[in-house]
């Protein structure tokens, strides 16, 4: 039987399948997680071979097997697919590692000046990896930046991953939809 999240969780499932499939072909594919790290790498003037590059592919890459795996081995994973697939990854503990990996990766990406800080500038060239650019921007920051010291530090960050995929309405990573 399928697994059911709250209906605000799965909303933001969707969000983020429609974020993923950016050529709107109704499909996550391979193709689609490597757009994703080619814009990371573009937009932050990562090299794809360097460890910081690697380790961003890899985690994408093993997030999109674990997707593929869980939706009965298509390779081309249709929303509904893709939202049961994750629905039920974020079940299985070993997967809430792997789901954790990413927003890790995206870090060391994200801090570029290697200070393990978040700043509003490193912030907003991540959200224009995923073509956000709204007034709420700095409002999911402050909300993100939970201790008020004015960065998000990997903590924060990863929290707000973990809000994301969660059944919370308020905890602030579930605001990253309201600006997308
Ligand atoms: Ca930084
Ligand atoms: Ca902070």
């Known amino acids: 039987m399928p697994l059911e999240g709250s209906p605000q969780l799965e909303a933001r499932l969707e969000k983020l399948f429609k974020a993923i499939d950016r050529d709107g072909s109704g499909c996550v594919e391979r193709s689609d997680y490597e757009r994703v790290v080619d814009r990371y790498n573009t937009l932050f003037e990562v090299d794809p071979e360097s460890p910081e590059g690697q380790e961003l592919l890899g985690a994408h890459m093993m997030l999109y097997s674990e997707v593929v795996r869980h939706a009965q081995g298509h390779d081309r994973v249709s ?11 974020l079940v299985e503990t070993n997967c809430d590692n792997l789901l954790m990996a ?36 700095m409002e999911v920051f402050t909300r993100l930046d939970t201790d008020r010291d004015g960065q998000i530090s990997r903590h924060e960050y990863v929290s707000s991953w973990r809000d994301f995929f969660s059944d919370s309405t308020t905890a602030p990573g579930t605001l990253y939809c309201r600006c997308a």
Do not use: C, G, H
């Not at 929303?79 to 990854?89: F, G, N, R, T, W």
């Not at 200070?115 to 956000?132: G, P």
């Open 79 to 89: 929303k509904q697919e893709y939202v049961s697939a994750l629905l039920q990854m």
């Open 102 to 137: 990413m927003p890790n990766a995206v870090f060391d990406v994200i801090d570029r000046n290697d200070d393990d800080m978040i700043d509003e500038q490193e912030f907003r060239r991540f959200l224009q990896v995923w073509q956000i650019d709204s007034p709420a921007t």
